[in-house]
């Protein structure tokens, strides 16, 4: 049964090894569009795999070698670290040299929080029908908790978002030294308010992408004419800083070395895209439905462990179901909220 296991984690990363060389390295840019979707992607897979190490390692019959059960175990964090870097880069790249935030709100509303409410309806309903609990809320409280985001990396980058148009409103000159303001202010919320780990030594990466979007023309000069050192020296901060972390998690204080470990790992991504192309056909596929994928595959585990007992039959069921359900909500939702789009935006123009 094990061999079987091994298998489905083999084939849901086996995508992200996939890579050719570049052509060229002379975009003007760090990370290209295409970039920035290969690693949510990227960042999408590494969280599957680890929520599927660490449910499955639940079920009886199932026994991970250590090393294996250790080094999937760190691929959600390596995840939400990369998924927190390419959101702060991707909207300083789309809105950093703009004058103002015109259609902002609306974007990001149109984007990131109505998808999510949309598919939050179908996936909460599905899991009412099959009879997984909620920490006995009640039906219509289970509703109504989708309106304010239940699920925690989904609550933070819509904060972090809200951040940076504040800080780009009213503090544009110092916009980094804002960001990094706000970040201590939500950290020292959630740890007053005792919120896992992830909620907060995660949350550091978005503006440190915001950083490098805004200095990304001497960042990559430097690092094009010393890339080897830079590749060097990124990777082996990123693996010093995330080993002690690993080892020393449980310290309060260790939590300052995640994000200086995901910086050196963002940063060695950074090195590795000036001469490594990540993108192909399943990774493109995930970066574009990153968000769905992340909602997704928690229910659909969920449904589908009330009635399959076999834990190998599970992780492969819901595998295939995952991605077919992920597809589907992403068309449906896609359809819906352009309808919407179309219709908010001939009315601003209407108006005009």
Partial sequence: MMLF???????????????????????????????????????????????????????????????????????????????????????????????????????????????????????????????????????????????????????????QYISYYLCSRFVKKYLIIGSIVIDALMSAVFILTDKPLGWFNALWLFTFGVLVSRYQPKIREYIEKRLIICSVVSFVGFAAFGALFAALKSGGWINVVKPVSGIFLCLFICCLLRRIDLSNRVIMWCGKRSLYLYIVHISVWDCLRIYIGNPALLIWISLAVTAGVTEGIYRGVSFVVGRIKNVSIGDTKRVE
């Fill in 5 to 159: 296991i091994y298998a489905a984690f083999i084939l849901i990363l086996l995508p992200c090894l996939f890579m050719r060389l570049r052509s060229s390295s002379a975009s003007s840019q760090l990370l290209e569009k295409k970039d920035t979707t290969s690693v949510r992607g990227i960042s999408a897979l590494f969280v599957i795999a680890a929520h599927y190490s660490i449910w499955i390692a639940l079920l009886d019959g199932v026994s991970f070698i250590k090393p294996v059960s250790l080094g999937l175990g760190q691929l959600g964090g390596m995840g939400v670290l990369l998924f927190f870097f390419v959101s702060g880069y991707g909207i300083n790249e789309s809105y950093g040299d703009k004058k103002d935030l015109k259609g902002y709100i609306l974007k990001r509303f149109l984007g990131v929080y109505l998808p999510y409410v949309l598919m939050k309806l179908i996936t909460v309903t599905a899991e009412i029908l099959c009879g997984v609990s909620a920490e006995d809320l009640a039906i219509p409280l289970r509703y109504l908790q989708i309106l304010i985001i239940p699920d925690w990396f989904v609550l933070v980058i819509v904060l």
